[in-house]
């Protein structure tokens, strides 16, 4: 353990938290994602907003933007997040940045002795994973992951669902993903070049010159997030490898093209698959169409069950002739009551009081992070 581990592990052992303590919170990266996360704490009682840090200088004042967070207190501003994990005022971090600092905050920010929810997919390299998973676990910090499908109503009564043997033996899964980013083609969040340290964005990254593109459209580009499969899909196979008790495929398949957004490195349109011991696990995206949003089909021989963030729907078979196009009355419909990302944040929270493990701990976000990655490695070929 070096100086800096000791001292803040010490530092952090002085503050046990009560159950009427406020948790004090600091923000890592705080884009869109990061601020969605801050307006929903915002929801929840017993935390408190006390630090931001972002290397583009108008994001760390949570009144900037479309998309501003009320505070009742100051707020400390910081350019470097290593800044903010030295502040002793805050407990606990969230990490919203681009996926390729994942991985070195979540590090820093449990060496810091903080506990920490980490935006998704927690690596960006299947060579981070297994260090990950031993220093978050060496550490006894809480790290929730945000997969919040595990804390969501309408995907916990799909596992139920699932383990009362309602659908009977399951042999595939169609997941789908659509979205239409030809509806935001040119349309970015305003950016100075002036008030952003574009090196410091970069970190690990191959140094370049900035570009407005990569900086506003990161997901799509390979050395900062990884397309569709990371940034959508693994939401989904996060979801499956928990339903069926998954670990790793035995075998991965993945075809996808740039077909309309060529500005891109990253495919618009794809399919893949994961084979797992009996479990072939699909799936279809594209980024030009949206109808149907995002969900997947588990087909089973006694029933099929369709579920997306909106609800689940449970239809039997032998009831309506075979291979007919419409479907039966379902036997079981449950819409979701609200969205579960307040859920995981609140079970995020009453773990940071309990110090139990919290619904999508490191190492699963960490398997399905790796089969992502295998895909994406055939994406580029």
């Known amino acids: 353990m070096n100086r800096r581990r000791f001292l803040a592990t010490a530092a952090s052992a002085t503050r046990i938290l009560g159950a009427n303590d406020m948790i004090r919170i600091g923000a890592i990266g705080v884009g869109g994602r990061c601020r969605g996360l801050l307006d929903k704490l915002t929801q929840l009682p017993g935390n408190r907003l006390v630090a931001t840090a972002d290397v583009f200088a108008p994001a760390r004042d949570l009144a900037w933007g479309d998309r501003p967070i009320k505070v009742s207190t100051p707020v400390a501003q910081y350019a470097d997040y290593r800044r903010l994990l030295d502040d002793k005022n805050v407990d606990a971090v969230v990490i919203g940045s681009p996926d390729h ?43 929730q992951i945000g997969y919040q499908q595990r804390s969501t109503d309408v995907f916990l009564t799909g596992k139920r669902a699932l383990a009362d043997g309602l659908l009977g033996k399951v042999t595939m899964a169609q997941a789908f993903w659509y979205q239409n980013y030809l509806a935001r083609r040119g349309v970015y969040r305003p950016t100075d070049p002036a008030q952003l ?3 410091a964005w970069l970190g690990p990254a191959p140094a370049r010159p900035f570009e407005l593109l990569r900086y506003a459209r990161w997901r799509w580009f390979w050395d900062y997030g990884g397309g569709s499969i990371t940034d959508l899909y693994s939401h989904w196979g996060d979801t499956l490898h928990w339903y069926f008790g998954l670990r790793q495929p035995s075998k991965v398949f993945a075809q996808g093209d740039r077909v ?3 500005e891109f490195e990253c495919p618009d349109t794809l399919n893949a698959s994961w084979l797992y011991p009996g479990l072939q696990v699909t799936y279809a995206s594209t980024i030009i169409a949206s109808l149907e949003g995002g969900g997947f089909t588990l087909r089973g021989t006694k029933a099929m069950m369709k579920i997306t963030r909106s609800a689940v729907t449970v239809y039997p078979e032998g009831v309506i002739r075979q291979e007919s196009a419409g479907y039966p009355d379902p036997i079981l419909h449950e819409p979701s009551k609200r969205d579960g990302t307040i859920d995981h944040l609140e079970n995020w929270l009453a773990c940071i009081r309990s110090r139990n493990e919290p619904n999508a701990p490191v190492r699963a976000a960490v398997e399905i992070a790796s089969a992502s990655h295998a895909a994406n490695k055939i994406l580029r070929g």
């Open 101 to 143: 600092w994942h991985a070195a905050m979540l590090r820093d920010a449990i060496a810091a002795g903080k506990d920490v929810y980490c935006e998704k997919p927690v690596t960006h390299s299947r060579d981070d994973g297994a260090a990950l998973v031993a220093a978050v676990e060496a550490s006894k910090q809480v790290v």
């Open 197 to 199: 340290d574009w090196k």
């Open 260 to 262: 309309e957004l060529t």
